[in-house]
Nanobody, 121 residues
Framework: QVQLVESGGGLVQAGGSLRLSCTAS????????MGWYRQAPGNTRELVAS???????NYLDSVKGRFTISRDDAKNSVYLQMNSVKPDDTAVYYC???????????????WGQGTQVTVSS
């Protein structure tokens, strides 16, 4: 089995910074794409940022220039540095990763339990 565990969420003031971490544990053979999604009450879940194993990165337009995604394959981890946060960034943030548990099994997506980020104004 594979588990993704997020940490780093909390309450921050507008303009402040926060760093989210996500670590995959369990039977991890290889991880391809990793990403951060978020969902606010009444909204659909949206992709905030993604990073491929080779390093290709994509960002939601509204977070470009403010958020930075990175990964550490040796630690099976992905991070989201959130700078200049805004009240509209308030949401539950979810980690997602495409994980292969062994050389004979296909990739599948796993989700973290989510971590709350609240930005006050």
């Amino acid at each position: 089995q594979v588990q993704l565990v997020e940490s780093g969420g909390g309450l921050v003031q507008a303009g402040g910074s926060l760093r989210l971490s996500c670590t995959a544990s369990g039977s991890v053979f290889r991880i391809n794409d990793m990403g951060w999604y978020r969902q606010a009450p009444g909204n659909t879940r949206e992709l905030v940022a993604s990073i491929a194993r080779g390093g290709d990165i994509n960002y939601l337009d509204s977070v470009k220039g403010r958020f930075t995604i990175s990964r550490d394959d040796a630690k099976n981890s992905v991070y989201l540095q959130m700078n200049s946060v805004k009240p509209d960034d308030t949401a539950v943030y979810y980690c997602n990763a495409a994980v292969r548990r062994s050389a004979v099994l296909p990739f599948r997506n796993y989700w973290g339990q989510g971590t709350q980020v609240t930005v006050s104004s």
